[in-house]
């Protein structure tokens, strides 16, 4: 598969959609953890933290496989 058509892909598009949702989720629990500390002391943030940091994380990794496989098809293609 060169990577025109890997770019046009169902697994593609699956990915850049799954992403999109990620970093959705991701600003939306970056806006309440803003909102959060702004009516409470930060040590109670602590409890929500980690749970951002997960979320972070599986948003690289996911972009992550993403350039990969585009780097891979790209290299086919040539």
């Given at each position: 598969?060169?990577?025109a058509e890997y770019v046009f892909s169902?697994?593609?598009q699956s990915n850049i959609q799954e992403l999109r949702t990620k970093c959705d989720g991701l600003s939306s629990l970056a806006e309440f953890?803003?909102?959060y500390a702004d009516i409470t002391d930060l040590d109670s943030l602590r409890h929500f933290l980690p749970?951002?940091?997960l979320e972070a994380a599986g948003t690289?990794?996911?972009t992550q496989k993403m350039r990969e496989?585009?780097?891979e098809a790209q290299?086919?293609?040539e």
């Open positions: 598969m060169n990577h169902d697994e593609h953890l803003k909102q749970q951002l940091i690289l990794a996911l496989s585009l780097r290299e086919a293609s």
